[in-house]
């Protein structure tokens, strides 16, 4: 492997290293912060607000990351004209967004009836509004700063942007801490959000724009038309986020109504720390992804799958540890984690660490034809294995009341999303004549 693309992959891996314990850190820390600061209710106030505007986070449609790994092949093909114009246009559909967005919430917030919907004992309505505002427009503020993410990735420089944003995103958190242990609330807390963001996002186009001259923000080289090529693997990577959400939040609405809440707990506890297992995996496939859309531009079949092979042995030895900590220590950590207020189940254990493990060749390929934009009926499937995941388990716990059998029912959707994904690699990467013919997945 290229000792510069061997380079940027390891700088991405210690990105994403960085991001996932900057996660870590803002989870256990600010719990405890903010509850001791505001207390259980102004506390839950800010929860249910801050939690809604995330959904805005879809706002384009999935276009930056399409949009990204194409600019990733073009650069890699020479393509620097095509690059440019896949960057202004991505460019001015973003920002189009962010701005209506903007506008159509303000409107839309001072003219709902929020003081109906919401009845707060501490957060006034006026307050309120201006929160729910302030937080979305944090959010479309961070949506064009996926413009900014495409232009780095594309550039060989994915790891800068991903550390910085890791970063920006501390800081924000410091921010609101600091704020609320002064004696603020939520409002002051959504006007550092909203600032430190206004800040980072112009200041990552100036920095992208310094570091690579051949992307610049301009009309010039508009073409919407340009984009539509883009608009089913975009609307993919849309889905996919919407089939994990019913993954995750589905099983536990299931678990819940079948077992009740105390089950509920000792799931939700499992399946977050065999969850670290499947994130380092994730974070793996994240570093290597900017270079499989390289080689994909490049259209040299072995080298990209010379590489998916150096992936999944990484990936392979790094599940490997996980699982054997888990499976040595895994009831100490529950154990110290929650006070021994959970239980381990010793079956949904090892039924999730199985999941963690099928989930690794699926998630991996997902990865691979994401780079190449060829995702579309993957997409498709995750969704449907996601259903079906959810109605087994919604099944068996119903006529069995045997928690672990949940764990069965997420190893049975990895097994079914694997299928697609073995053959969809299989299509891309050996039906086709010589090394350099063009790579196609049946999209």
């Keep these: 492997m290229d000792r510069h693309v061997t380079r940027r992959i390891l700088h991405g891996l210690g990105a994403n290293a960085y991001g996932q314990l900057v996660v870590i850190v803002i989870q256990l820390a600010g719990v405890p912060i903010l509850l001791h600061a505001w207390g259980t209710q102004l506390y839950g106030e800010w929860l249910i ?27 890699a093909r020479g393509d620097a004209a ?60 961070k949506l064009a700063d996926g413009v900014n993410h495409a232009g780095f990735r594309a550039n060989g420089d994915y790891a800068l942007h991903v550390s910085i944003g890791s ?9 609101v801490w600091s704020l609320a242990l002064v004696g603020h609330g939520p409002l002051a807390a959504a006007v550092a959000l909203v600032a430190v963001r206004a800040v980072q996002t112009p200041l990552m186009a100036m920095l992208l724009q310094y570091r690579h001259r051949n992307l610049h923000f301009s009309l010039a080289h508009f073409r919407l038309g340009g984009l539509r090529p883009l608009l089913k693997p975009a609307l993919a990577n849309l889905a996919m986020p919407v089939a994990t959400a019913l993954n995750m939040q589905g099983m536990v ?37 900017p270079e499989f859309a390289a080689i994909h531009g490049m259209l040299d079949r072995r080298r990209l799958s010379h590489m998916f092979g150096r992936m999944l042995v990484l990936q392979s ?25 959970v239980q381990v ?15 690794m060749l699926w998630h991996s390929g997902i990865t691979l034809l994401k780079a190449a934009n060829a995702h579309v009926k993957a997409a498709l ?8 995941t959810v109605a087994i388990a919604s099944l068996a716990l119903r006529l069995t009341e ?20 073995i053959y969809a690699l299989h299509t891309m990467l050996c039906r086709h004549g010589n090394s350099q013919a063009p790579m196609r997945a049946q999209v």
């Excluded at 977050?272 to 994240?286: D, F």
């Excluded at 540890?321 to 529950?334: R, S």
């Excluded at 045997?402 to 994904?421: C, E, F, N, R």
Aim: contains cysteine; proline residues 2%.
């Design 49 to 75: 607000l801050a939690a809604i505007p995330t959904y805005l986070s879809m706002a384009d449609l999935g276009f930056s990351q399409s949009a990204g790994n194409d600019m990733t092949a073009r650069m």
């Design 82 to 141: 095509g690059t440019l114009a896949v960057f202004q246009s991505l460019s001015v559909l973003v920002y189009g967004v962010a701005i209506a967005g903007l506008l159509l919430s303000a409107l839309a917030l001072w003219l709902l009836p929020l003081q109906n919907w919401f009845q707060f004992g501490q957060l006034s309505t006026v307050e309120v509004r201006w929160i729910f505002w302030l937080l979305a427009a944090e959010v479309f503020m």
């Design 167 to 175: 970063t920006t995103t501390l800081l924000q958190m410091a921010l």
């Design 253 to 289: 609405l299931v678990i819940g109504a079948a077992l009740g809440p105390p089950a509920v707990v000792t799931f939700t506890v499992l399946r977050t720390l065999t969850g670290l297992v499947r994130q380092s995996c994730a974070n793996i496939s994240y570093a290597f992804e």
């Design 317 to 341: 030895v790094v599940v490997s540890i996980g699982v054997v900590v888990l499976l040595v220590g895994g009831d100490w950590i529950v154990k110290v984690w929650t006070h021994g207020m």
């Design 345 to 359: 189940d010793k079956a949904l254990l090892y039924w999730l660490l199985l999941s963690a493990v099928s989930s």
């Design 381 to 388: 499937w995750y969704a449907f294995s996601a259903v079906i």
């Design 402 to 421: 045997q928690l672990d059998l949940a764990g069965l029912a997420y190893v049975i959707g990895d097994l079914l999303i694997s299928v697609y994904i």
